[in-house]
């Protein structure tokens, strides 16, 4: 059971934003980092933001990340087919003393 | 550039262990933290677990009394064993690189390794 709430799915059209919500507490998002993962079909997760906002080297700057509180958000800009992918949300979690995942949103490319 | 590639049976007997090695490449094991992850098909990813400089082990809490992660950094390689195993554990088991410098995140991963738990 995740400690970290996602909608399950998000759909947009070419070319649009789409932002996905990660829901936490406060011994996660609202004391640690953000991280987010993009996990393509049948692929493994890569990073795509870490330290709330940060772009890892080679991530395309339509990514950008934001965080306020115990939630944070991923956005994506300029919505392309090649996004189409699961999303994770992730943190550490002082609590249960671990690293915890999001439950994940699949991005749809309409 | 460092890669990390997992290896181990992928079939397991309900009630044995399940044992995965991850072999890593383009760098030193010795000066980051590493770990395990797992995705049940269909399913979101759960961390396992991670080792730090041989004897500094972290678990989740859930697999705790099942879990053992350890290092050996003459072969450049660290590895999972898990306890006891049910159909329940049968997933895509990723090991990876875990950085704890700009809060906690990690920035290399495995290809993952299914592993399929049936009798």
């Known amino acids: 059971q995740s400690v970290l709430t996602q909608p399950p799915s998000v759909s947009e059209a070419p070319r649009q934003r789409v932002t996905i919500s990660c829901s936490g507490s406060?011994?996660?998002?609202?004391?640690?980092?953000v991280n987010w993962y993009q996990q393509l079909p049948r692929k493994a997760p890569t990073l795509l933001i870490y330290?709330?906002?940060l772009l890892p080297s080679g991530v395309s700057d339509r990514f950008s990340g934001s965080k306020s509180g115990t939630s944070a958000s991923l956005a994506i800009s300029g919505l392309q087919s090649e996004d189409e992918a699961d999303y994770y949300c992730a943190a550490w979690d002082d609590s249960l003393n671990g690293y915890v995942f999001g439950t994940g949103t699949k991005v749809t490319v309409l | 550039q460092v890669q990390l590639q997992e290896s181990g049976p992928g079939l397991v007997k309900p009630s044995e262990t399940l044992s995965l090695t991850c072999n890593v490449s383009g760098g030193s094991i010795d000066t980051y933290y590493w770990s395990w992850i797992r995705q049940p098909p269909g399913k979101g990813l759960e961390w396992i677990g991670y080792?730090?400089?041989?004897?500094?082990?972290k678990y989740n809490p859930s697999l705790k009394s099942r879990v053992t992660i350890s290092l050996d950094m003459s072969k450049n390689q660290f590895s999972l064993r898990l306890n006891s195993v049910t159909a329940a554990d049968t997933a895509v088991y990723y090991c990876?690189?875990?950085?704890?410098?700009?809060?906690?995140?990690?920035?290399?991963w495995g290809q993952g390794t299914l592993v399929t738990v049936s009798s």
């Open positions: 080792i730090y400089y041989s004897d500094n082990t």
């Open positions: 406060s011994s996660n998002i609202g004391n640690n980092a």
């Open positions: 990876a690189r875990l950085r704890r410098d700009y809060g906690d995140y990690i920035d290399y």
């Open positions: 330290y709330d906002d």
